[in-house]
């Protein structure tokens, strides 16, 4: 049976503008693009499930063919939606662990220091490769020795002194990997007058949705509205995520693509940029520091997805002394766990090179992105540093 | 987010209006919900095409006749000089970004359409028309129309019989041919499933580019004249343009082909990329949704994906296009703008909305409906009332036919301008 409200792949004009902006289909003639993937080959699956065609794996969903889209056709979703519920599921140990993230990074930061040694071996890496499928050129993020978690008890105490609260989702990568960002939103709510508030909170579910996991994203899903709805001590409160990817599956894929009623949380979601610049305009403005860096912004895909890029260059162009180039948007080509995969890993450097090329052009201090993965891969592939918008905002708060 | 002005719709008229403001040192925002009419155009700046069901050769002169007989007409509202200028800042402003765009001194030229037939336009990139072209028509003996094998978008053999037909050819035999793709690696897909997006891709890269110009040499076969599909890239297109003349000795000219168009993208990137160097925020795949107008004066506007975060601006200009782009919605016996519900110019009935023929001569009353504005291109609202601080500009006004007049991209410019030059004048008077 269709859904009435999943037929947007019938409002496709065939004009195939979103396959110019599919970076897959840019680089490989593997990928037949998301015209073809999505609504075109959507028809003959509704018919008849064994007429997939498995190319549709090569999608990334990175959703700039949505963006692009004249017809609003949903069309990354469409292809989500096909990969896991028409393909044959099988089942990859790496695949699991990679979507996993909280379950390897209790482990990781537990051994933190012998799991960053290991992973940076190169005979660590050949055995990833070989049997895992993860490519050795792969750098692997490092765990911290302490989680956010952790730190945030100690301060826990000293944000009820705030009258207003913001409940703040900060993701697996905070925890885990880099709590810094985790004390830098803490740092600039706090010098906004604001609380903090966090919850028992599980992974947004994004690398379980793209390694097919669906029904485990839904249990996380589900899980996730009823702690952050529950933490809510009114209507207004906001929720703040400083990850684009964690921001856009709380508020869209979890009603797009998981079906979860989200109501109870969709309207107090705000990417951090967007919750600090409203405060700023509305005169809620800390004292801030010059900062005579000349950065390089590069727009994560899906901040550009939900209409989020604006507010994060304005909270940056606020900042006194601080040179912003924009750069052109492009894909960084990671899409999370895809770049961390043997099959799409020469795709995933080839869709960067462009972003790569961009940055040495530019030739900033350091790179600024909202993105952890983004952060990741321009790291690896670039001789820059890159900072979270929200990190640098705290470096000139006094 | 608050800005000096902020530009609903991100097609050629609000890039352009875009750039106006933020050159003149307003903060702007441009807001699109999709990609524009651009590309699905020639890529080609149709400025006054016919008039009276002729066509036209001096634009300018035949811009007289027509602003002297349709007092509602955009361009009427506009004036001669402000529209001369307004086409010169375009070209300038795409000049910065590499696209150069020829404009035969002031006559209109014809371009090759897809389907082999002419059309009159005011400016094309170098690649389509320029002063070798003009100079060397007449002495034309043979054109070569090529296609590469497989690609499904362009018809050589129906461009060259159509083309054949017209009296401007008369001397002069026309040929299709068709070339084989250069192996590529790894194409594990056949050429059918190419669109034009993925072979100018093909052309973009060095290794191709030179095999793809023998490979011309060869099926020109003696003609002075080579015609292509647009494909000569989409970012380094003058570099490849020069690569394939030089190496083939021959001519080389683009015909647009079906969407996606590689002409109007090139037009596209460039604004953007303008827009951007002068310091704009575009904010891609949003949509503006709703506004709060008080005592006539738009305070703010609404995004789909920000329901609850107003927008504000001193001004706004509305260029959502016409009803292809949403900027204008029709229901089965109504029509309306769906942002700021404004006074629309068209007729109830339905039956009157289109001609039975497809083709027909004088075109649909449909394109000639849109916003109706004053003077000054600031539109009503519903009570009648003119909005302040909002103007139109684009495929969303009424009295014009882009079609029929061949003026799209012209009006889009024009009033793009002019809503501009006012937005910036009052916003130095109020500094
Ligand atoms: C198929 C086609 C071919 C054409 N070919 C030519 C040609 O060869 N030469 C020529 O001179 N003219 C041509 N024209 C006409 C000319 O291109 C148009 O008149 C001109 O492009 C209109 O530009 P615009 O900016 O007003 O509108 P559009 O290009 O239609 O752009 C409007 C933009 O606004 C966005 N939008 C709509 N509603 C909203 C909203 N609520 N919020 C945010 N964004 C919104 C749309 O997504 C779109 O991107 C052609 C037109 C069409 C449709
Ligand atoms: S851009 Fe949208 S309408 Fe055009 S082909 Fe792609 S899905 Fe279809
Ligand atoms: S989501 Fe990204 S990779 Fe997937 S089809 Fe769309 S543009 Fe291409």
Redesign the pocket.
Known sequence: MIKLENISFDHCIKCTVCTIYCPVARVTHLYPGPKQSGPDTERLRIKNPELLDISLKYCSNCKRCEIAC?SDVKIADIIQTAKWRYSKKEFRIRDFLLSRTDLMGTFGTLFAPVVNFFTHLGIVKYFLDLVFKIPKGRTFPNYASMTFKKWFKETRKYQNKYLEKVVYFHGCYVNYNYPQLGKDVVKVLNALGKGVIITKEKCCGVPLIANGYIKKAQEHGRHNIKVLSKALPDEKTKIVSASSSCSLALKHEYANLLELDNSPIAHNIAYITQYVLEEFENGNIPKLKPLTYTVAYHSPCHLERMGNVAFTIELLRKIPGLTVKILHSECCGISGTYGFKNEYYAISQAVGNELFKIIEEANPDFVVTDCETCKWQIEMNTKYRVVHPISLLAEAIE | MKFDCII???????LTAGIRCAKEGLHTAI????????H???????VLGYLDNTVVYKPFEALDTLTGTIAQHPYTKCGKPLIIEALQFFKQECETQNVYLFDNENLNHFHVTALGTLKP?YFSQRSVFNEDVYNRFKRMKKIVIINFEGYRDFHPQLAAAQLSKHALFANCEIVAKSIEMPQIQNLSRHPHEFRSIDIARIFEDEEYVYKIADAIRLAADGADFVVIPAFMGIHNFNQIHNIIQSRTRLLVYEVPTLPPSILGLRIDNALKSRFAQLGGVFVAG????RAEIKDDVVQAVYTANHPENPLEAKFYIL????F????MVSEFDNMYE??FKLKLHFEPQRNKWYSPQFFYSHSHPFLEYGVVTDENLRPYDSKNNIIQNLYC????LAHYN?IREGC?????ISTAYKAANQIVSLYKLMR
Do not use: H, N, Y
């Open positions: 004249p | 609903i719709g991100g097609g050629i008229s609000g807001i699109s919900s999709g990609m524009s009419a651009l699905f155009s020639s890529g080609s700046i149709d336009t949003d949509k503006v949704v260029s959502t296009g016409s292809f782009s949403g900027g769906p942002v500009s684009g495929a969303i882009p799209g991209s012209g009006v889009a």
